[in-house]
């Protein structure tokens, strides 16, 4: 139980365009999902946190208009990269909480955007 | 500010020996640690975590120690085995009546078990 995926597991995108990667939880629902991003070597860093029907909390730093999450249902939230420059290539990972009182984080195996 | 910290980026022991991996936190509010494992391309996998109230929580192989008054935690692995090489990261919350507080990672520390 207590799956999480992601879509894309890699993308390649132009400079200038838009990426949506989706994250949703397979087996349970989530309230809350949280986006994170990983440079190589480097440790994860919260992006924001999304709760269904809410808008999301972002990060200090972290540009809302730049990283656009929906959290539109308690399986699927989506982050756009909109106009992705090549500093914004990185892995992407999401993860998610369940309904029920739970400590642990579920995390997504991640989405490879590479800007060229 | 990075409120957790991994001090080793890598660490090698030999297979069957332990392996131990430390981290240290500033931030005083935080009252739950846990511990990550992690393969190149994929997302975090929880090994094993420990409440602010104990100092000690043991799951098989796995032993995580909590040290508050030092702000500091460590993961004992024994005896260590070649599929436990990996990136482990420690994290940390603040817990709240909800559940879905967010976490703070350290660094990570990339393990190799020497056959």
Redesign the interface.
């Known amino acids: 139980g207590a799956v999480v995926s992601q879509h894309p597991s890699w993308v390649i995108c132009k400079s200038g365009t838009s990426v949506k990667i989706e994250c949703r939880s397979l087996d349970f629902q989530a309230t809350t999902m949280f986006w994170y991003r990983q440079f190589p070597k480097q440790s994860l860093m919260l992006m924001a946190t999304s709760n269904e029907g809410s808008k999301a909390t972002y990060e200090q730093g972290v540009e809302k208009d730049k990283f656009l999450i929906n959290h539109a249902s308690l399986t699927l939230s989506t982050l756009t990269v909109t106009s992705a420059h090549p500093e914004d290539s990185s892995f992407y990972i999401c993860s998610a909480v369940g309904d029920s009182f739970s400590y642990e984080q579920y995390f997504g195996p991640g989405t490879r955007l590479t800007v060229t | 500010d ?1 409120q957790v910290k991994q001090n080793s ?1 890598s660490l090698s022991v030999q297979e069957g020996r332990i392996s131990i991996l430390n981290c240290d936190y500033t931030n005083s509010m935080f009252d ?1 640690f ?1 511990w ?1 494992k992690k393969y190149p ?6 090994l094993i ?1 420990i409440s602010s109230i104990k100092d000690k929580n043991e799951d098989g192989r796995f032993t995580v120690f909590l040290n508050k008054s030092a702000k500091h935690l460590s993961l004992h692995i024994v005896p260590s085995q070649p599929g436990d090489s990996a990136v482990y ?1 420690c994290a940390a919350k603040i ?1 709240s009546n909800f ?2 507080e ?7 520390t990339r393990l190799t078990i020497i056959p």
Do not use: D
Request: hydrophobic fraction near 30%; charge should be neutral.
């Open positions: 990075q980026p739950y846990l990550y391309a994929e997302g975090p996998t929880f975590s990261f817990i559940g879905n967010k976490l703070t990672f350290g660094t990570g």
